[in-house]
C-alpha cells in the first residue's frame, strides 16, 4: 500500500513537472514570434530552449 502512494505521487509531481516544460514551450514559441515580427528581434537561445523543453516533457510523458 505505501509503495502505490509513493507510485502515485511520483507520477503527478513528474505529470507536472511535463505539464510546466510544454507551458514553457508555448511561451517560448509565442515570445519569439512576436518578437520577430512585431519588433524585429527574434529570442536569443529559443531553439535551445525549446529543445531542454521537449526533453523535459517527453522524459515526463515516458514516466
Not at 24 to 52: C, H, W, Y
Request: aromatic letters at 6%.
Amino acid at each position: 500500500m505505501k509503495f502505490r502512494l509513493f507510485a502515485e505521487s511520483t507520477a503527478k509531481v513528474v505529470e507536472s513537472v511535463g505539464v510546466v516544460a510544454v507551458i514553457v514551450m508555448l511561451s517560448v514559441t509565442a515570445i519569439d514570434v512576436i518578437g520577430a515580427k512585431l519588433f524585429q528581434n527574434p529570442l536569443r537561445g529559443a531553439t535551445e530552449l525549446m529543445g531542454f523543453a521537449q526533453i523535459v516533457a517527453i522524459s515526463c510523458t515516458i514516466a
